[in-house]
């Protein structure tokens, strides 16, 4: 089953303010404290829920966005920091990476993790706070762009893309790892079946049921494959190609600018 990623919608923040303030979240104060739970057992949990899948899925997603030796790299909902790491390893030493998360307790585990593996490359990632949908940087900013498991869940999911498509050099890529909502009855089925009885019971176990039963619906609300190319076309992408993943229950949209 999938790695159950989760970086949840916040509100905007002005660019002009981001380095002295933090974003306001736009989710209830419930949500952001059982978030905040999630953290600690965050990468145990993927690991198990996907049978280790998500791994393969992430240097795939990292594959795709086309980051080489010595790019300057961003890293949109971070989490706990897996694409991050894969990205440093692409860049190198000469490179440059940023994850940008709205959650303090992923960035703090991201954090933690980079302090316990001694890898030059790792040394070149930096953690930021910030919003998916007003990215605190320039124009034509970074060579390649990751998203994994935050589309989804953005408040607005055009902007986030227009975001990615305006801080992206000409030429270069996005790639969004996400849940796929696919056109297919019996996908949909085994999707929601996987929910149901994997999924949700595995995570009320860390008591963190409340975290994971919002994936169905947040599934439902999501945009299938070719609605995402559509869009990435309709912002100004040059070309958008969606790619179903693991029988259709993951997606990755590569979108070139």
Known sequence: M????????????????????????????????????????YDNLNDLLSFGQHRIWKRMAVSWSGAKTGDNVLDVCCGSGDLSFLLSEQVGS???VIGLDFSKNQLSM???????????????????????LDLPFSDCFFDAITM????RNVVDKRKALEESFRVLKPGSRISVLDFNKST???????????????????????????????????????????????????IGFSRAKHYELSGGLMGNLVATR
Request: charge should be neutral; glycine fraction near 6%; hydrophobic fraction near 35%.
């Open 2 to 41: 999938a790695s159950l990623q989760l970086c949840l919608p916040f509100s905007s923040t002005s660019r002009s303010q981001f380095r002295f303030s933090y974003g306001r979240v736009r989710c209830s104060s419930e949500r952001q404290e059982l978030f905040s739970r999630i953290a600690p057992v």
């Open 94 to 96: 000469q490179g440059k």
């Open 110 to 132: 991201a954090s933690s993790r980079q302090d316990l593996v001694s890898k030059a490359c790792y040394e070149k990632i930096e953690w930021v706070e910030g919003d998916a």
């Open 148 to 151: 994994g498991y935050g589309l």
């Open 184 to 234: 297919q009855p019996f996908t949909t089925a085994i999707q929601e079946w996987m929910i149901d009885n994997v999924v949700v019971p595995v995570a009320s176990g860390y008591g963190l049921a409340e975290e994971y039963q919002y994936l169905k619906s947040s599934i439902r609300e999501f945009l299938t494959g070719k609605d995402l190319e559509k869009l990435a076309l309709e």
